[in-house]
């Protein structure tokens, strides 16, 4: 990306920040649906970071990108995991595995605003191993039906279009991948498709998490994604760069608790003076600080890698480089930044345990990263695995 587009990019996202900030605390604070954030978005055209101009995208590489949701993360996990949903797990497999048609019909509106997007891969019974889904499709002659569940999905109840995975039904055969078009008025009258809102999540109140239910929902021919068969291919080669968005959230996360903390810290009084003067706080302020270049360091050495892959897709060599490099980054970065929610909170004292400070809504919003887009347990199997050698791979 050149300098000049690289600036204009961080320009916009800094002032969609500043403009988002206020409006997210009162929504958080009420716990409800931050319903100024897709405008928001649509202000400052950053509803497809990476994703190719021609498509309406600013073309950004993976490192600029992940520079961007850093600082997008500075303002909550929530708001970093709408991004997350609708480009780098939504747009990302149709801008990779689409033809020229799907592009044009998906990437252009959702890059406006006018479609957005999801990724349901995650079922009842399916979730750190998803070759276990249940959902099926059949072909139907001129199309594909498809029958299932997919839970805890975000984006899932303000989606257009979501990105799907399904086993072909009665066979023994591989997972596909669909691109599902959500017909608001098949759903009105409860046609075949049932969605359901996540209401009892313990953080990121503001941006939506839901479920949703075919029932022998109909899919045109055109929108299987890739060739059939390719879904598991799809559905990993996304969550690389899912997980590398929730790696660069993470750095934004532990930013703003350090920012809170020395500004706190400096201002907050105790035993005749500013509390920052105790030695035991300025552990906390040592080691937030560390995680914090130790996270932002791999990530950025994650999405060089993520780079270098996009430029060789074919190379399977460069891709498990990225894939494990992006494993280390998302399970470092997400329990880094865990451990700077919490050393916010304590530093904040009783303030901390309160959601109308910064550090106790990011102690409750962050606690996901270290669950979705492949749990710690996943993250330290494949981790392990790739330093021992594949045969080696616990979850085979
Ligand atoms: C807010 C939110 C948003 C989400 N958004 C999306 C989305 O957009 N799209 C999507 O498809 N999914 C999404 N998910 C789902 C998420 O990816 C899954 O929850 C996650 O992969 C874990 O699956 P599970 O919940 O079924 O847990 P399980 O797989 O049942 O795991 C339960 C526990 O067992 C451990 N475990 C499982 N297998 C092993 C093993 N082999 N070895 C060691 N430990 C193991 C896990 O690490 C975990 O600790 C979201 C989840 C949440 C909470």
Same mark, same amino acid.
């Given at each position: 990306m050149e300098q000049s587009e690289f600036d204009s990019l961080m320009r916009d996202v800094e002032e969609f920040c500043v403009e988002l900030r206020p409006k997210e605390e009162i929504h958080y604070i009420e716990h409800t649906?931050?319903?100024e954030l897709i405008p928001l978005c649509k202000k400052y055209n950053l509803?497809?970071?990476?994703?190719e101009k021609k498509y309406g995208g600013r073309g950004a590489d993976s490192v600029t990108y992940a520079k961007a949701l850093e600082r997008i993360g500075k303002e909550g996990t929530g708001i970093r995991t709408f991004f997350s949903g609708h480009t780098s797990i939504g747009q990302v497999p149709i801008q990779m595995w689409g033809n020229e048609e799907q592009k044009k019909r998906y990437l252009i509106p959702s890059t406006r605003a006018e479609k957005i997007l999801a990724f349901g891969l995650t079922e009842p019974e399916a979730g750190s191993n998803p070759l276990e889904l249940k959902m099926t499709y059949e072909d139907k002659g001129d199309h594909f039906v498809l029958k299932g569940i997919k839970y805890l999905i975000s984006n899932a109840g303000i989606a257009d279009a979501i990105v799907t995975f399904a086993y072909p039904k009665g066979e023994n055969g591989k997972m596909s991948a669909f691109i599902v078009d959500i017909d608001k008025e098949r759903e009105a009258k409860g046609e075949s498709l049932m969605r359901q809102d996540?209401?009892?999540?313990? #953080?990121?109140?503001?941006t939506n998490t839901g479920m949703f239910e075919l029932n022998d929902y109909p899919v045109p021919?055109?929108?299987?994604?890739?060739?059939?068969?390719d879904g598991f291919k799809i559905a990993m080669t996304t969550l690389m760069s899912g997980r590398l968005s929730v790696a660069a959230g993470c750095v934004g996360v532990i930013e703003d608790c350090l920012d809170e903390v020395v500004r706190y810290s400096k201002q907050r009084n105790q035993h005749g003076k500013p509390i920052a003067k105790h030695q035991l706080v300025q552990e906390h302020i040592a080691i937030i600080k560390t995680e914090l270049d130790a996270s932002r360091l791999l990530v950025y050495e994650a999405a060089r890698l993520k780079d270098l892959y996009n430029l060789n897709p074919s190379d399977q060599r460069v891709r498990s480089a990225a894939d494990n490099m992006i494993a280390e980054a998302k399970f470092y970065a997400s329990n880094a930044a865990w451990n700077a929610a919490d050393r916010a909170v304590q530093v904040f004292? #009783?303030?901390?345990?309160?959601?109308?400070f910064r550090p106790g809504r990011h102690l409750q919003d962050v606690r996901v990263c270290r669950i979705y887009e492949g749990t710690d347990e996943i993250m330290k199997l494949k981790i392990a695995a790739s330093v021992l050698g594949r045969e080696y791979e616990a979850y085979r």
């Open positions: 649906y931050n319903d509803l497809g970071i990476p994703i996540l209401t009892t999540k313990l #953080g990121m109140p503001t021919k055109d929108n299987i994604l890739g060739n059939e068969g004292g #009783g303030r901390g345990y309160s959601y109308l």
